[in-house]
């Protein structure tokens, strides 16, 4: 017998939850279900992420509401619209086979006249933030006199974001007689007392070890410094082709920042956090659950709780404040018995903090190094090669070409034609990556390397061997980075990135290298050429010269590319050439921001 039959879910949910691919039910739910079927009971259920919460509270409401009837008669509390949404989802999915269900959703965000007719129209299960909870009430719009079960999902993050006020008025609606179920990933004293002040003799249930994560999920860190964040987070994602993650950061800014960044680099990535519209919201998250996105940029709030399946990894880009956000961030993967990946990028300061979460999540943390470029590069070809294999080729189509092809071929042995091939697809990635430097740092390095780096950077200012340093009459507060004015140059002036060596941008001017071959080319490019109305002036800096340092790597590396296959070659591409380059040697360019600064906060670390 279907073993959530034997726990007493009737036939048609048991059929539609058999279709989802329940076998059999999560131990929370073999826990929860006989006693929320009682009916009897308030009930505090304590589980780590991704262990089936909802239908463990919602296979049982299936079971003790009147669908004959049009009134509400559940209510589920829930933190976010997203969440929200997907709850009322699941339910309806849970009740597929049931005449006569109806569930709305009402967060904020969207529409409220819809979900006004949507109440109007008769609903037995209200799935609810409390913000826009409060405001229906607030227009005696909707009648809980006969709510007789009261859902708080998430409950630990519902007072974290400050609801708790909030979940009293809208409690305060209902009768003193319902019963109330509150699930909780995490039990802080805010909860408890939550419980206490609410509920009666609540039956406790906790799955596996309160504040800990769940077992199939690998913790890893990353030591770098914090100005080389970003290119160290590139190359982790570089060398997982196949990543399909969560990142997250500390602020809205950081995410779009982030988002942007990622996006004009050519990665297939989008933000995710409070400030965008309902709209935007739900279109980023479909996109991300259809698999149309690869990387998913988000704040913790806005991916609090989200559901989706087979995500890999999670990253840290930032470390949460609240400890209890890394486990709620990591439970987005492994999930439903998946396995997953949570990442974390730290510097040295914080590496205290992975011994803290340590302790906390009862895990430990491992040490990763990040890829060097040359690893990164041979797995990404790797990966071609594999996708090769395995190509499905159609015959049909492809033999009445074959002939022109083959003559084509004909004069390139197989080992010319596999390296051709490859620098096709990966010239422009290779380039990217040669030279590309060690970002690990080590475990007791206090800054050390930072320093050495300032000195390396200072040390440039004299010209390179073979390159001549110019200077132009245009700068930052022209709204270039390094790589556009790269772009810029290369574009005006017909010469190759390659000639073109360190960039050093400022306010309103910059100074750059050139190949000295290419110095005339440059000069003679810009006579005469206008940028918003100002003349481009362009002269031999005065510091020029080459150094006596043998074969500095450049700093302009090559186009960034590799990326084509996950999309977005199109929108990503619509910029100058040069724009992808230097990202990640360019020690910060635009990416100071990301890294240092870190927020004032209480933190709990
Ligand atoms: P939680 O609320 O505990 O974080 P969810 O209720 O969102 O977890 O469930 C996590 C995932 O596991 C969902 O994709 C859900 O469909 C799936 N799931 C839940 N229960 C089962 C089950 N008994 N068998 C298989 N998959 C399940
Ligand atoms: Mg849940």
Known sequence: MNPFLELGIRHEVVNAITELGFEKPSEIQEKAIPVLLTGNDDFVGLAQTGTGKTAAFGLPLLEQLDFSQKHPQALVLCPTRELCLQIAKDLEKYAKYIDNVNVVAVYGGANISDQLRQIRRGVQIVVATPGRMLDIIGRKAIDFSQVNYVVLDEADEMLNMGFQEDINNILSETPDTKKTWLFSATMPAEVRRIAKNYMTDPVEMTVGTKNTGNANIEHNYYLIRAKDKYAAFKRIVDSNPDIFGIVFCRTKIETQEIAEALIKDGYNADSLHGDLSQQQRDKVMKRYRDRNLQLLIATDVAARGIDVNNVTHVINFSLPDEIENYTHRSGRTARAGKTGISISLVNIKEQSKIRHLEKVIGKSFERKEVPQGSAVVEKQLLTIVDKVQNVEINEDQINQFLPAIMEGFESLSKEDIVKRFASLEFNRFLEYYKDAPDLNIDARDNGRGDRDFDRGERRDRTGSK???????????????????????????????????????????????????????????GFKGVDFNGRNVRIEVSGEGGSSDRGNRSRSGGGERSGRSRFGNSGGGDRRSGGERRERERSGGGGFRDFSGKRRESKSKY
Do not use: H, P, W
Not at 484 to 509: A, H, P, Q, R, W
């Open 466 to 524: 073979g390159f001549t340093r110019l200077f132009m009459n245009l700068g930052s507060v022209d709204e270039f980075n390094r790589g556009e004015i790269l772009g810029y140059i290369c574009n005006t002036t017909k010469i190759s990135g390659k000639s073109i060596g360190k960039i050093d941008l400022k306010g309103v001017f910059t100074f750059f290298e050139v190949q000295d071959a290419d110095v005339d080319k440059v000069i003679q």
